[in-house]
């Protein structure tokens, strides 16, 4: 039997994304993380969208958006990934 391995492709709606410092700092880590690739990150409407092979890559990236500050819609977004988001955004700008 052969397997192949089938590449999932997941778009998310992310709270605090504001700028292309925002959208840097989140690139930069997504790319760092094993098995994610093809991302993209579209200011207007919020949204990531990532390659990955299974639901643990995508439990990854969920658990690395919301520790940067970027929570994915429906998740809570409380004052601490608010001013975590600020942090990230500003990184991302100086590091562009």
């Known amino acids: 039997m052969l397997h192949r391995n089938v590449m999932m492709k997941t778009t998310v709606i992310i709270q605090n994304l504001k700028c292309g410092g925002c959208a840097n ?3 930069k880590k997504l790319e760092s993380l094993d098995g994610i ?3 993209a990150i579209d200011l207007e409407d919020s949204s990531v969208t990532f390659t990955h092979p299974s639901k ?3 439990e990854t990236v969920h658990k ?3 520790k940067l500050g ?6 809570e977004n409380t004052f601490g990934a ?5 942090v990230s955004c500003a990184v991302g700008r ?3």
Request: charged share 25%.
């Open 37 to 39: 690739t093809e991302i």
């Open 82 to 86: 608010k001013a975590k988001s600020y």
């Open 25 to 27: 700092t989140i690139n």
């Open 56 to 58: 643990k890559e995508f």
């Open 94 to 96: 100086i590091n562009n």
């Open 70 to 75: 970027y929570p994915i819609e429906g998740d």
């Open 64 to 66: 690395a958006l919301s």
